[in-house]
């Protein structure tokens, strides 16, 4: 299901083939200040429609994941990075998702602090 989303202030859209079912609240340091609410995709079912050129990357602890965010508004709609067996994938903030309800997803803990 294509599912569109982006950064508060419209400078950062995508589109990201995905179903809304589940979601990973991760109580990480960046996540928790953060809020977000996680879902992975393969990075080929993902797509940046507009505003490459406003990303700005953070990166932390083992410097492996690319934390983005909107260089206007600050906003992290999604991150880039790599699953443990090396394949490339998207992590999808999906409170950033257009239309997002959370009452229609289920939310898994994730002890991302341990990591």
């Known amino acids: 299901m294509k ?9 950062v859209r995508y589109e990201a083939e995905m179903e ?41 602890n083992k410097h492996v994941i690319d934390h983005l965010f909107c260089d206007n508004c600050g906003i992290l709609s999604f991150a880039r990075g790599a699953t443990p067996d090396g394949k490339k994938m998207i992590a999808i903030n999906l409170r950033c998702l257009d239309g997002f309800e959370l009452s229609k997803i289920k939310i898994q803990e994730f002890d991302g602090r341990s990591h």
């Not at 599912?3 to 400078?11: A, D, F, K, L, V």
């Not at 200040?33 to 953070?58: A, N, S, W």
């Open 20 to 60: 809304l079912k589940n979601g990973i609240s991760c109580n990480c340091s960046m996540c928790m200040k953060r809020g977000t609410l996680l879902d992975f995709i393969p990075e080929d079912k993902f797509k940046i429609l507009k505003g490459e050129e406003h990303l700005k990357k953070y990166q932390f």
């Open 3 to 11: 599912q569109t989303g982006g950064c508060h202030c419209g400078n």
